[in-house]
């Protein structure tokens, strides 16, 4: 026969040991204190024998209910922990972002803005692949993605593209064929992988994989290393020190990328998407992102066209 443990009951455990009585522990828990009572009843019922020692003016818990209190704070703990993960605090709304690997140095700012445009939102975050993420949004896990890629979305998922990035060149390996271009990549399916290859392809330039890996730290630690070269954001060296490839028969990059920020239609509250576009765009400042006419040939820093100011974020007129 199974037993399971009921969470009000370990809390009511913890609470009596920690404010030292069963009044108090009943104030702190806001119920009645024949309630406490009857609880570390049930507890005593399951452990078969007293959980406190004495119930007098000191509180003294017996061997066993002192290996039970340990048990009670973990899981009482582990218990909180889940529920503040997956339920939001009363008043707030939990929605679930993500943001591609290699635009999450977005993220402080970005939730900083988001937090003073709309502080009654309670975020949770993940990184990752843009395809990945893509899937993870089409799925209902994420209410709203920044994605770096070129490919379809899930039917009816709305998305506006903020620009696009451009890419360069990086690494300069230490060892390999002489006429063959050693290469660390994302696994597929990847966006950009597929255009690093068509433009190498294009250019004639034999190339082999020489690492592969779904994490964008174990990508640039590879072309740290000198084990290939590889294609990220135009801006990595200011990023994460990477060295610029000098190899004089490489192509140019793939072309920009589209950043599209994807959202999840109804999924969202009022008002959310124009602050969140607002918020990433100026979070998106400093990146080589490519705005305006399709062909390329406008250059600004994301948000360039947003006032300054707290009316800028929350949409109110200037």
Not at 78 to 92: Q, T, Y
Not at 208 to 234: D, F, H, N
Not at 262 to 267: Q, V, Y
Not at 281 to 291: H, M
């Amino acid at each position: 026969m199974r037993h399971d443990l009921q969470i009000n009951r370990l809390r009511a455990l913890v609470a009596v040991v920690e404010h030292g009585g069963f009044r108090r522990a009943a104030e702190a828990l806001h119920i009645t204190q024949p309630a406490v009572s009857q609880q570390i009843r049930q507890l005593s019922g399951f452990i078969k024998g007293p959980v406190f020692a004495s119930t007098g003016r000191e509180m003294r818990l017996s061997p066993q209910g002192e290996e039970l209190l340990a048990y009670a704070r973990r899981m009482v703990t582990l218990n909180d922990e889940a529920v503040g993960r997956f339920v939001p605090e009363a008043g707030h709304t939990l929605l679930s972002v993500g943001v591609t690997s290699q635009l999450a140095e977005v993220l402080p700012e970005f939730l900083r803005l988001m937090n003073r445009g709309l502080p009654q939102v309670q975020l949770r975050v993940r990184t990752g692949g843009s395809e990945a993420l893509a899937q993870q949004l089409s799925t209902g896990q994420l209410d709203v993605a920044l994605l770096l890629q070129a490919g379809p979305l899930a039917p009816g998922t709305q998305d506006v593209e903020l620009g696009r990035m451009r890419m360069a060149w990086f690494g300069r390996p230490a060892i390999g064929e002489r006429d063959v271009l050693p290469l660390a990549l994302f696994p597929d399916p990847c966006t950009l992988r597929g255009r690093v290859g068509e433009v190498l392809d294009d250019a004639g330039v034999r190339w082999r994989i020489a690492y592969e890996g779904p994490e964008l730290i174990g990508l640039r630690s590879a072309a740290k290393a000198g084990l290939g070269m590889t294609c990220l954001v135009e801006n990595s060296d200011e990023l994460w020190g990477l060295t610029p490839a000098a190899r004089p028969d490489l192509p140019a990059p793939p072309d920009p990328l589209p950043v599209t920020l994807a959202l999840t239609p109804g999924a969202t509250p009022e008002g959310f998407a124009r602050i969140a576009e607002k918020a990433f765009r100026r979070a998106l400042q400093g990146y080589p992102l490519v705005t305006g006419a399709p062909d390329g040939h406008t250059d600004a820093t994301a948000g360039a066209a947003l006032t300054a100011g707290p009316a800028a974020l929350t949409g109110s007129p200037a």
